[in-house]
């Protein structure tokens, strides 16, 4: 069983639909983009949920409230409603321990300081403290702007405490005294910049970035502009251009890869990747075809010589 699952995660991203005809025939296909045509109705779509932006009024208070409106939700839902990240180590290879370590040149005794920004309640922290039962070589800061999401992190890593720091950081804040400057290997931000408003994230990223060491990497997956989830949103849910509101009162913006190029090479970053991750995902049974697409990106602070 195992291996099976091994094999599985090599063939991630390498099933490509090159007969329209076989398109029901697995569950997903990888690098179908939208034809022209696709697009075109994407725009449709949008120019309609344009018809009814939210309220103003509506607008300010969710702005005001951010962390609030997550307090909610992880209230409700606890640890259930997200799945652990298991696909990180192939989207994100460098987070390899022990690659890691030999790439980065480091002593037997050293550790790979990372930050997990915008944790929640640890579906990328924990399979990250997993790999210490492999390595031992890694130690976690993990932040949310959520007290509840970090309550509910701190009961489930009791048995690598020593090795993660959870605590409670508004990354578009003030930059936080708990983590050195110059000091993190990694920063991850898996959908987490997507989570806060457009005119706060700048200052999200120059923070972030004064926590890399010179040589350190920020590691990025988000959501690109025409996702399904964008064109699904209707009436009175669109704040601004690519930015929502969902149902629950939280929010999600849709990114352009030239967007988050702006944003860290702004904070001084040097990108390294930047690339549309296209999925078509099928429902067999219903038959119905949903055009997935995200955004990954690589950025490295220049090292000092």
Known sequence: MKGSMCERRRQFGSRFL??????????????????????EEARKQIAVQKEAYVSPQQAEYLLRNVSQQWDMFYKTHGSKFFMNRNWLFTDFPELNVNNLVSNLDYESDKLVHVLDAGCGVGNTTIPLL???????????????YSQKAIDI????????SENCKPFVWDITSRITSVIPMDSLDFVLCVYVLSALPPAKQQQAVNNLA???????SVLLKDYAQFDMTQLRFKKNRLIDDNF????????????SQDELDGLFMNAGLKRETNLLVR???????????????WVQCKYVKVLLF
């Open 244 to 255: 929502y509101r969902r149902g629950d009162g939280t929010l999600v913006y849709f990114f």
């Open 130 to 144: 997993q790999t210490l039962e492999r390595s031992g070589k890694l130690y976690l800061y993990a932040c949310d």
């Open 18 to 39: 090159r007969d329209e005809s076989k398109v029901f025939e697995h569950n997903a296909w990888d690098d179908v983009e939208l034809s022209s045509e696709q697009q």
């Open 279 to 293: 999925r078509l995902i099928v429902n067999r049974a219903k038959r119905i075809k949903m055009y997935r697409i």
């Open 153 to 160: 992190l701190k009961e489930s890593i009791v048995q690598w």
């Open 210 to 216: 004064k926590l890399l060491k010179p040589g350190g």
